[in-house]
């Protein structure tokens, strides 16, 4: 099991609105995932939004989640996600 090589590489994922396909998907998936594992899986509806402030800071969730960060309109170059910093540079590394 990838838990056994990997351990720890995930603290925690919130997966969006899922679907009805997905939830009855993951009754099957879920069985073949250690409790320990489960934990760290959270499927967050939209009336659940609000409480996402309390894992992340409002400036890194989009207003659609909750947050106060403008929905993205581009996407290549990716932003930086550093605190401080002017994002990504155009220059080659040779």
């Known amino acids: 099991m990838a838990s056994h090589h990997f351990p720890g590489s995930l603290e925690k994922i919130y997966i969006m ?4 396909g997905l939830k009855l998907s993951w009754r099957i998936i879920s069985a ?3 409790e320990k594992s489960l934990r760290k ?3 967050t509806k939209k009336s659940d939004f609000p ?3 309390e894992y992340f800071d409002p400036e890194t969730l989009e207003i659609t989640y909750g947050g106060t960060l403008p929905k993205p309109t581009e996407f290549w170059p ?3 996600t550093i605190h401080g910093s002017k994002g990504y540079s ?3 590394i040779n």
Not at 17 to 20: A, G, I, K, L, V
């Open 51 to 53: 409480s996402l402030k």
């Open 32 to 34: 073949f995932i250690d």
């Open 78 to 80: 990716p932003p930086s």
């Open 41 to 43: 899986i959270s499927f």
């Open 17 to 20: 609105n899922p679907s009805m």
């Open 90 to 92: 155009n220059q080659s």
